[in-house]
Each structure stands twice: as C-alpha cells, then as structure tokens.
C-alpha cells in the first residue's frame, strides 16, 4: 500500500506566499519523478511543476519564476514553494509519484499514484 499525503494549503492573499508539501509512505522500493498538478473550477488537470529523482525540474510557463519545486529524497517527500501567487493561481492542487512498490520485500509494480488534493484561493 502506498499513499500520498499532502499539507499546506490554504487562503492567501495576491502577491502571498505559501508552500505546499506531500510525503509518500507505504511500501516503496523508489520513488522516480514527483509532481504537482492542479485543477481550477472547469478547466483540466494540468501539470504545474515535476522533479526527477535526480533534481532536474520542469515548470507551466504561467509559474516560472515565481514557484519552485523540490523534494527530499530521505523523507520521501515533495515540496512547491509558491510565490507571488495570482488569482489565477486558484485551484485544487495534487501530488503526483511515479513509483515502484516493494511486495514482500522484492521490487514489485511500478505505478503512478496521487494525493488526495489540497485547495489553495487567492483572494482579496
């Protein structure tokens, strides 16, 4: 059993900071890229920012330069800094892992496996 776990959200205002946080726990052999993804009210899931296990990262255009993803591999655990978040910012934000499992102690299944969401509002 794996699971995602994510903390962080919240009500910030425009220009606001806040950071969000997901930790995998289970039975876990490796845990490759790890995500955020978010969804707004009527729009589609989209990928907002991914690291590799070994550090290499990708961001949407809309949040370059204002958020920033990082994780820890000892704690399992994925982080997304935001900053000078916009209105347009608003949505329900979800960890995403690709991750292979261990079952019965020997590397089993690989999969792609998702937090339970946390909503982040902009608002005045």
């Known amino acids: 059993q794996v699971q995602l776990v994510e903390s962080g959200g919240g009500l910030v205002q425009p220009g606001g900071s806040l950071r969000l946080s997901c930790a995998a726990s289970?039975?876990?052999?490796?845990?490759?890229?790890m995500g955020w993804y978010r969804q707004a009210p009527g729009k589609q899931r989209e990928l907002v920012a991914a690291v590799t296990s070994g550090g290499n990262t990708n961001y949407t255009d809309s949040v370059k330069g204002r958020f920033t993803i990082s994780r820890d591999n000892a704690k399992n655990t994925v982080y997304l800094q935001m900053n000078s978040l916009k209105l347009e910012d608003t949505a329900v934000y979800y960890c995403?892992?690709?991750?292979?499992?261990?079952?019965?102690?020997?590397?089993?299944?690989?999969?792609?496996?998702w937090g339970q969401g946390t909503q982040v509002t902009v608002s005045s």
């Open positions: 995403n892992a690709d991750i292979k499992r261990l079952w019965r102690g020997v590397p089993a299944s690989r999969g792609d496996y």
């Open positions: 289970g039975t876990i052999f490796s845990i490759y890229t």
